[in-house]
């Protein structure tokens, strides 16, 4: 009876344990996770699907050809005239102007934020800058046109300056995008291990050495995402200027004068009467798709670039 | 290579206290330390010895609320002083961390960025080159310059870190346990190397390794937790190293130096 009672505790207690048990809450969860992850990937390639073959009927309609709308800087629908040039001008103007406030600012205020702020400034400055964060666009756009244009006006003169103009929808597209910039780029700074810090501490570097010569080369790779991030923000930024850039294409480089960029046409073309065959509407879907060709681009070059030139801690 | 050679002790501390917020982490410290002499800083876990090391230079400033009661006399100036700069102190008196911590730059720039920031200029490739000397590395790195500092093993990666400390020829270098990251060969390297520079440079090691402060140190200071249940540590017994380690008058030095405890 000892015997049997020895036998079965040896045979079996081990085999129970080392069986696969099913783990049906695990699985549920994995299953979701893989599902959120599978769907975004679809909706992107759903979302590129339809710009393509949008853009594809516009490129096959007669009167337009790829060459001409890349080379050309005439864009007047009404003439089959579809040069991409003045639209993709303003759209660099824009961008240019918010990216000479927003990266030059951004980087000072992460660079005080990460390592010059006290503890409690930096929990005082925080909120407040997220908070530029979230004003609603639209509203934005209304102070470009209703407190910035005034001012360049009053500096540059009433007949230099029009109403509508790309500069100071791009200053006030600077003062939105600097809280994006800057919170990526604290994030980027803040990750540099201490110890890279003290190591300069001690050999007799100031803040200012410690800061811009060690803790944002190291960083840089963050750094260099949270300016691409920036950029492709504001070639997509569709209100500010739909609101204080100007309607109508305009082939210039003057910041003092009216010009739609892409998105603003974007907008007003899709914001009347538009038959879903025309030759304006499928025009939209062509512009789309550069738009997201530059961000793509962008992006590319950035990872190159940065891949080239940050250091590598650790 | 120093102007102040008249005082006696490089790096002298009078009641000094040292505190993080309202915690007291170090309590009434006077300590003496030689010039060209290692003293070494032994005792157990969270005692405080880093944080007295990091005192010498003023790297406990570095963290937010650290304060100091007390002075800390570098070649007989109050280095807490009013008009005294952290940076002109660690510039005099550098400092090697327990994890090596070389620059994501390369070889080269790790010593040259060093001398360049004190504005050394002219012949940069000597300075790189004396300072790896010094530091026992030359050979083994002088055919790769110009690789990242990160490529090189640990040991080698603590030498560089001593190269650049040494670069800017300080008169005093701080190091925290520079060698408990390390393997024992290296650590050999190491206090070899201790010996070596100890006769340009005074030097103030924190270690656990009651060996390595037995086999490398002049000098040695025992901190230990002070026993009136505030969590604050001291220096218990300071004395010739040979002394602690014979024949120490503290029974608590003697508890911890023999194994017994710690």
Partial sequence: MAELTLKKVETKAPAMNLRRKPRWGEMIIQGLLFFSGFFSILITLGIVYELGKEALLFFQMPGVDLLATVTTTEWKPHVNKFGIWPLLTSTMMTTFIAMLIAIPLGMSVAIYLSEYATPRVRSTLKPILEVLAGIPTIVYGYFALTFMTPILREIFGRDVVQIYNTGSAGLVMGILILPLISSMTEDALSAVPRSLREAAYGVGATKLEVAVQIVVPAALSGIAAAIIVGISRAIGETMIVAVAAGAGPNFTFSPFVGAETITGHIVRISGGDLSYDSIDYNSIFALGLFLFIITLTLNIISQAIVRRFREVYE | ?262
Wanted: hydrophobic share 35%; aromatic share 8%; proline share 3%.
């Fill in chain 2, 1 to 262: 290579m120093n102007n102040n050679s008249d005082h006696k002790y490089v790096i002298e501390t009078h009641d000094l206290d040292i505190y993080y917020g309202t915690f007291k982490a170090v309590t009434d410290v006077n300590l003496q330390v030689e010039r060209n002499a290692i003293t070494a800083i032994i005792g157990p876990s969270g005692c405080g010895k880093s944080t007295l090391l990091r005192a010498f230079n003023r790297m406990n400033e570095l963290y937010a609320n650290s304060s100091i009661r007390g002075d800390v006399c570098f070649n007989g100036q109050d280095i807490y002083a009013r008009e005294v700069d952290p940076v002109e102190v660690r510039y005099r008196v550098g400092m090697v961390f327990q994890k090596p911590n070389p620059f994501p730059k390369s070889i080269y720039e790790n010593i040259a960025w060093t001398a360049r920031i004190h504005g050394y200029k002219g012949k940069m490739d000597e300075i790189v080159e004396s300072s790896l000397h010094q530091a026992a590395l030359w050979d083994e790195v002088k055919d790769k310059l110009h690789q990242s500092g990160l490529s090189l093993s640990g040991g080698q990666q603590q030498r560089l870190c001593i190269a650049r400390a040494i670069s800017i020829q300080p008169e005093v270098i701080l190091m925290d346990e520079p060698a408990s990251a390390l393997d024992p060969i290296a650590t050999l390297k190491i206090e070899e190397l201790m010996q070596e520079l100890k006769k340009n440079y005074t030097i103030v090691i924190v270690t656990h390794n009651m060996q390595q402060a037995a086999r490398a140190s002049d000098y040695t200071a025992m901190m230990m937790l002070s026993r009136d249940g505030e969590r604050s540590g001291t220096v218990i017994e300071f004395d010739e190293t040979t002394r602690i380690f014979t024949n120490p008058k503290d029974k608590r030095t003697e508890d911890y130096v023999t194994g017994r405890f710690g």
